[in-house]
């Protein structure tokens, strides 16, 4: 089971109106296990949620974000991405006025209905993938 981490440090002086994002290269599959780390500090003034392409997919209610100070959220339920997607985004913004770094780790699952031979055929297809392309960007989660 793929498993990704990435960390995105957003500037001060930003607003809802002007958000940040990360781009998050993944598996296609089912999206679960979403962990989300605010360090000290934020003050609740850096917020943040999750999307695929323009889908708010956590929170569940697009009007909101999550907003911590020191609290690490866990997220257990699934999502089944789009097959074409193959990426998410953490999208936010930091009002306040230094800068603050938000961690983030999810898996995928992959469909029950492959069989154990297509599920390597895909492992190994997402690992070529990485290699040839996403290398630099990869599970490294920094934003280049």
């Known amino acids: 089971m793929p498993h990704y981490s990435y960390e ?35 003050d609740r003034t850096t917020h943040v949620h999750i999307d695929e392409v323009l ?48 961690a983030v780790a999810f898996k995928i699952e992959l469909p029950e209905r492959y069989t154990p031979a297509e599920q390597a055929i895909i492992r190994l297809a997402d690992l070529w993938e990485q290699v040839l392309f996403g290398a630099a960007k990869g599970s490294s989660g920094k934003n280049r």
């Open 8 to 42: 995105k440090t957003f500037a001060p002086g930003h607003s809802a109106g002007d958000p940040e994002e990360l781009e998050m290269p993944c598996a296609w599959g089912i999206l679960t296990d979403v962990v989300i780390a605010f360090r000290f500090g934020t």
């Open 55 to 102: 889908h708010q997919i956590f929170p569940t209610n697009p009007e909101e974000t999550y907003a911590f100070d020191g609290y690490t959220l866990t997220i257990s339920d699934k999502y089944e991405l789009l097959p074409a997607t193959r990426k998410i985004y953490l999208r936010g913004w930091n009002e306040g006025d230094y800068p603050h770094t938000v």
